[in-house]
């Protein structure tokens, strides 16, 4: 990467969840109410667009997302941003 190439802003992901990619997520989940605790097991889990579509609240207390609250608000933020994408 060049210097240039480095300060770009990031492109915005694709239209299609099903597309993304891991850092698609984890810049997602950075404009949620969700803590960087989640957001650090969801890079070490390498969730893409794909994966985090077929999530469910039992997989993320098998990831080590203990909390309740947390997983229901993925859950939540998750289903705002399906709809978000079919606008």
């Known amino acids: 990467l060049t210097l240039r190439e480095s300060q770009r802003p990031p492109s915005p992901p694709p239209l299609r969840l099903h597309e993304w990619g891991v850092e698609h997520v984890l810049r997602w989940v950075a404009t949620t109410p969700l803590p960087v605790e989640v957001a650090q097991v969801l890079q070490d ?3 893409n667009g794909p994966v985090l579509e077929s999530l469910t609240e039992q997989d993320l207390s098998d990831m080590g997302i203990d909390k309740f609250g947390w997983r ?13 994408l079919e606008e």
């Open 45 to 47: 889990n390498q969730i």
């Open 72 to 84: 229901r608000q993925l859950l939540l933020s998750r289903k705002d941003l399906a709809w978000t």
